[in-house]
């Protein structure tokens, strides 16, 4: 598809099984897997309650909009989805899947630390790493025991593990 088909409606990428109520065994081969971005359980939203949006032909309910625009996909509803020919997941942006396309299949790392030369895919993991490895700062702090640590997800690993809570107080 080119850059013209492509809305401006989501960026994300679903999974197919859940949208259609299948398991994995009578999911189609040839609909495309598609994963949803940015719903893992590492990042909080910060939203009380999500917004169902419902589908005009089954009445099938989907937690995200995206879902929505897949599942019209597969009514044939929707022909403005990008799927990967290498592993058939599917995107609702021509940029997120071109990101995709650079990262997981070319492998490519445009962040390089200036430092020793290790490279990163994302922008926002570099700083992360300079900080952590580079500067040794641990600017996360456990409220409960104290103890310190350099990434964030550090900190919500250990509150969980040790403490068994899900997200301390930062500092």
Same mark, same amino acid.
């Given at each position: 598809? /080119? ?7 989501? /960026? ?37 309650? =999500? ?34 020919? =290498?592993?058939?997941?599917?995107? +609702? &942006? ?20 200036? =430092? ?6 994302? &922008? ?5 790493? =300079? ?16 103890? /310190? ?7 919500? #690993?250990?509150? #969980? +593990? ?10």
């Amino acid at each position: 598809m /080119s850059d013209a088909s492509v809305k401006d409606g989501s /960026s994300h990428r679903m999974s197919v099984s859940f949208l259609v109520g299948e398991t994995s065994d009578e999911a189609s081969s040839s609909a495309p897997r598609v994963q949803e971005e940015g719903s893992g359980s590492s990042k909080g939203s910060g939203r009380a309650k =999500e917004t169902a949006h419902q589908c005009p032909v089954c009445q099938a309910q989907c937690k995200f909009k995206s879902e929505l625009l897949y599942h019209d996909y597969l009514h044939g509803l929707n022909k403005d989805i990008t799927v990967c020919q =290498e592993c058939e997941l599917g995107f +609702t &942006k021509m940029f997120t899947y071109r990101s995709h396309i650079k990262c997981v299949h070319q492998k490519i790392k445009r962040y390089k630390c200036a =430092e020793c030369g290790k490279g990163f895919y994302f &922008k926002k993991d570099l700083p992360k790493h =300079e900080t952590a490895v580079h500067a040794k700062l641990k600017p996360f702090s456990c409220t409960s025991c104290g103890k /310190s640590f350099a990434k964030r997800e550090h900190l919500q #690993r250990h509150a #969980r +593990t040790v403490h068994g809570t899900g997200s301390p107080s930062t500092g």
